[in-house]
């Protein structure tokens, strides 16, 4: 995995309270810090009627500071529904985690301590509109070692995850023209003819950080000679590689779907197109706008509930099941984010 450049990181939340500052500005041994604790409230006040709970040590963020700023650095991941080897996920490459996050407060406690209150600002549930974490002081980040480098041919060797599938495991991961040809292999398992499709069709766009409306997006959906992508750079080359759903694999898959096949975001979880934005469809009925939400980058290959197995849901996508396609005869469409 490639290094990140703290300038950009630590530029991800600015605290401009003077109090914050003199705090944070002590800090500089050590710098690495890692959550501990973690509630939430609907408001601030609230929080004196709420308990802590332990963060899960199988599953630990990591924070650094420098010149007075919180930087959010990533997550350290022992056990994970995506992967099968530990490893440590750096998240400031493009990462909105504080483009919907505000620090509101902020505090020195005992033991070089730091308690800090996070307003999500466009929250969708309004019993969580408040976060307060506790966060310490740490030595070092497990499983950082861990990088793209070395993962990779650990799981090409162990052949576990989409690294087992004949077609998955051949990809070049971080060519996007090599998951083009990869997708229409797996639509001819499926029975689906894209063979007259080839590289020179796919119009493929490079976006910076500064994009942050989605990691993708697909466009000229109903172009019967093209297909257009759009793709944050610095998620496609940085984002930790995994064998039980490959982040570059499923944005793909979601994206060619639009794209190739047409298809449009669905409210019912479950699916490759699964998307609660976006004029989400209904096939059936509302019921499917309250299942569990589960977008392709939860999916999981090869697992044990249908719901979360991303083969079953290739398999829809392809046979068109619970499956809506756009109306073309009203016109091309525009962006559609991932």
């Known amino acids: 995995m490639k290094k990140s450049v703290l300038a950009v990181l630590f530029t991800l939340i600015l605290c401009s309270c003077s109090k914050r500052e003199e705090v944070l500005s002590k800090k500089t041994d050590p710098d690495l810090y890692h959550r501990i604790q973690t509630k939430y409230s609907s408001t601030v006040a609230g929080f004196d009627w709420v308990s802590y709970e332990r963060s899960d040590p199988l599953s630990t963020s990591y924070y650094k500071i420098k010149d007075s700023i919180i930087g959010f650095w990533g997550i350290s991941r022992n056990v994970s529904s995506l992967n099968s080897i530990p490893y440590f996920q750096e998240l400031d490459l493009g990462s909105t985690y504080y483009v919907d996050r505000e620090v509101v407060s902020l505090e020195e406690l005992d033991s070089d301590q730091i308690e800090f209150t996070v307003r999500f600002i466009e929250s969708n549930d309004e019993a969580f509109r408040y976060a307060r974490f506790i966060i310490a002081p740490a030595d070092s980040i497990p499983f950082q070692s861990n990088t793209n480098e070395k993962l990779l041919p650990l799981y090409r060797q162990q052949k576990s995850g989409v690294f087992s599938d004949p077609i998955y495991g051949a990809i070049d991961l971080f060519d996007p023209y090599s998951h083009l040809e990869a997708f229409k292999k797996d639509a001819a398992r499926h029975g689906v003819d894209l063979s007259p499709i080839s590289r020179s069709d796919m119009e493929l766009t490079w976006e910076p950080d500064s994009y942050t409306e989605s990691d993708g997006y697909a466009l000229k959906v109903c172009d019967p000679n093209k297909l257009g992508i759009g793709l944050r750079q610095t998620d496609w080359d940085e984002r930790t590689i995994t064998d039980f759903n490959e982040f570059r694999i499923s944005l793909m898959w979601h994206e060619f779907g639009h794209t190739i096949l047409g298809l449009q975001h669905l409210c019912q979880g479950g699916h ?44 829809d996508m392809f046979d068109g099941y619970f499956q809506i396609q756009y109306n073309c005869s009203s016109g091309k469409q525009g962006v559609i984010l991932d």
């Open 272 to 315: 490759i197109m699964s998307g609660r934005h976006q004029n989400p469809q209904v096939i059936e009925n509302d019921s499917e706008c309250e299942s569990e939400y589960i977008t392709e980058g939860g999916l999981s290959f090869d697992h044990p509930d249908s719901y979360r197995n991303f083969q079953r849901a290739v398999k």
